[in-house]
């Protein structure tokens, strides 16, 4: 990595989560786990500590693309986010997109937006906070239906076994789906990606 802010323009892709192993696997950390496939998938990206977080860089599709997980608890993901933004001069509505965990959505299920609501996800408002603005792609997971369990114990528990065939499979999607928002933009990953019920 060069350390500065010269060279192609990169896209940035955030995925959300808590550091440390406690939370290793947690529903909270999908976004951790998206990341982490793409660097896996990139030759091997190794990441490196930057901007409050862990960052890689990469190529999908002769794209050069930055990874990051921030480890500054996923309430104050914002910070990192900036940090990052600011330092390679990104425009936030175009090359930057935040993968989180959703309560909301059946699990499994991913969701593309170029924008909006936090729906909650405190993450997501934190970075809207620390940009001055929402405007911004997000790729969301649904990680289940949480029943009468109260949703921060939810979110902060593990996937049970029934469920992560599903979660796996939900994975390898999210990576099809960076890669097509990577090169063809927001438009064409909600059109493929989204469903015809989202």
């Not at 649904?142 to 996937?159: H, K, T, Y």
């Not at 097509?180 to 990606?193: E, H, I, L, S």
Request: net charge positive; hydrophobic share 40%.
């Amino acid at each position: 990595m060069s350390g500065t802010a010269s060279g192609p323009r990169r896209k940035l892709v955030a995925g959300l989560g808590n550091p440390g192993s406690m939370y290793q696997g947690t529903r909270h950390n999908i976004g951790y786990e998206v990341v982490e496939r793409l660097a896996e998938g990139g030759a091997g990206a190794k990441f490196s500590r930057k901007f409050d977080g862990l960052l890689a860089e990469t190529e999908i599709d002769f794209h050069r693309v930055l990874l990051l997980k921030p480890e500054t608890f996923m309430n104050l993901s914002g910070r990192s986010v900036r940090q990052a933004v600011h330092f390679y001069k990104l425009e936030p509505t175009t090359d930057l997109l935040v993968i989180c965990d959703d309560l909301a959505l059946p699990l499994g299920k991913l969701r593309v937006r170029p924008g909006g609501s936090d729906g909650g996800q405190k993450g997501l408002r934190d970075i809207a906070a620390q940009l001055g603005g929402d405007q911004f792609a997000r790729l969301r997971l649904g990680i289940g239906d949480r029943g009468p369990i109260d949703a921060a114990d939810f979110v902060l528990g593990r996937f049970r076994p029934a469920e992560r065939a599903t979660i796996d499979d939900a994975l390898i999607l999210a990576t099809q789906a960076v890669a097509v928002w990577v090169v063809q933009g927001t438009d064409a990953a909600m059109n493929r990606f989204n469903g015809p019920n989202s």
